[in-house]
């Protein structure tokens, strides 16, 4: 059973910076795409930032809100991804979780193309 194991979330001033990570477990595959998205309170869920890994080559893409600001990298032999997050605001307080799938997905962004997904991970921006 493929499991997603978040890691990182906690506490943080406004303009601070923090890193989440994600490893897959259980699979007898690995993940050739895996991203991030985040549901704040009273919202959607929302896509962060993700990576896809093709025949050596690595793809991303960003929510164009944390572009500059997020970056998005993983391993694809590890099936590990991490977001480092720079100059956070408290609007960007939210649960934060991991996705992947083992299908080359040609567009990252949305959450449904998605079938593996962590528990989630707190990430509080503190004023």
């Known amino acids: 059973q493929v499991q997603l194991v978040e890691s990182g979330g906690g506490f943080v001033q406004a303009g601070g910076s923090l890193r989440v990570s994600c490893e897959a477990s259980?699979?007898?595959?690995?993940?050739?795409?895996m991203g991030w998205f985040r549901q704040a309170p009273g919202k959607e869920r929302e896509f962060v930032a993700a990576?896809?890994?093709?025949?050596?080559?690595?793809?991303?893409d960003y929510n164009d809100a944390v572009k500059g600001r997020f970056t998005v990298s993983g391993e694809s032999a590890k099936s590990t991804v991490s977001l480092q997050m720079v100059s956070l605001s408290p609007e960007e307080t939210a649960v934060y979780y991991c996705?992947?799938?083992?299908?080359?997905?040609?567009?990252?962004?949305?959450?449904?193309?998605?079938?593996?997904w962590g528990q989630g991970t707190k990430v509080t921006v503190y004023s």
């Open positions: 996705a992947a799938d083992r299908r080359f997905l040609p567009y990252m962004s949305p959450d449904r193309l998605y079938d593996y």
């Open positions: 259980g699979s007898t595959f690995t993940m050739t795409t």
């Open positions: 990576i896809r890994w093709n025949q050596g080559d690595t793809a991303t």
